[in-house]
């Protein structure tokens, strides 16, 4: 049977073949985020389904290519589209595309979401960094037989996102002129909307947003010792005692509106950090 580590390696082999460049800087874009992938200079675009052991994106708003070049003077490798643990596919496959960055040589990842938001605080079209998550998804990518030459059986979850990165992010936004907010995001398996009565249970416990994608990649990437800014864009309100339907075209619809000012974000970050 092929290892973890050979299916990481065989995959990020495919993909250097076909680029000139060595990235320093993984982008995974969520809904409505996928049209930054298109500022990306002499970009090399390779579709997941030409990628060794890679899944396939199934969910509206999500390209599923991968697209290498450069970015506000950074070399980058971005994910238009993601993978979801509701689409079907297990834990370790929702991660690889972590795993595989890692394999290019990638040391830092920029996790991107659309995300309901919780704190009364928050409106529809903000922008919140996450400081910390709670992943309520009911499954863990590392569970399994653990490879050491990936990471440690039991990594240390406390600062999965990076805190300077953090600052670095506040910095940024603030040369923008964007307010940003920052939270804790409550990481859910979906594919279904929370009832009012699991909304006041996830407030509770702490969290300011919600949403159905990150927390497992973010795992992963800790366990590899990566650094990490996850940001989310709060497309809806979901305080229980507030809630109307939603639907995910609504979402995408704020997440359409927010783009502009989200993608000028992810590039001033880019451009600000230091490698």
Do not use: W
């Not at 979401?113 to 590392?142: K, Q, R, S, W, Y």
């Amino acid at each position: 049977m092929t290892s973890l580590t050979e299916k990481m390696n065989e995959a990020a082999s495919v993909i250097e073949e076909k680029v000139s460049i060595k990235p320093e800087i993984g982008l995974i874009l969520g809904s409505g985020l996928g049209e930054l992938a298109d500022e990306i200079e002499n970009p090399v675009t390779i579709d997941y389904r030409d990628i060794p052991h890679f899944p396939v994106s199934t969910v509206e708003g999500h390209a599923g290519k991968l697209v290498i070049g450069i970015l506000n003077g950074k070399s980058v490798v971005a994910m238009q589209g993601r993978f979801h643990y509701y689409e079907g596919y297990p834990a370790q496959d929702v991660t690889f595309p972590v795993r595989v960055m890692k394999g290019l040589g990638i040391n830092l990842v920029v996790v991107t979401n659309a995300c309901g938001g919780m704190n009364p605080d928050f409106a529809a079209g903000d922008l919140m960094i996450i400081e910390d998550h709670l992943n309520l998804t009911g499954v863990n990518p590392l569970i399994g037989a653990n490879k050491g030459d990936l990471g440690p059986r039991f990594p240390d979850m406390s600062r999965a996102y990076t805190p300077e990165l953090i600052d670095l992010v506040k910095d940024s936004a603030g040369k923008l002129s964007i307010e940003v907010k920052q939270g804790v995001y409550a990481g859910i398996s979906g594919p279904t909307y929370m009832t009012r009565a699991e909304l006041r249970m996830l407030r509770t416990l702490g969290g300011d947003a919600v949403g159905m994608s990150t927390v497992p990649e973010v795992i992963v990437a800790s366990h590899m010792s990566m650094k990490v800014i996850g940001i989310s864009c709060v497309t809806d309100m979901a305080i229980a005692d507030e809630l109307e339907p939603l639907t995910h075209e609504q979402v995408v619809v704020v997440a359409n509106q927010t783009k502009p000012k989200f993608i000028q974000l992810v590039k001033q970050i880019v451009s600000d950090v230091t490698l």
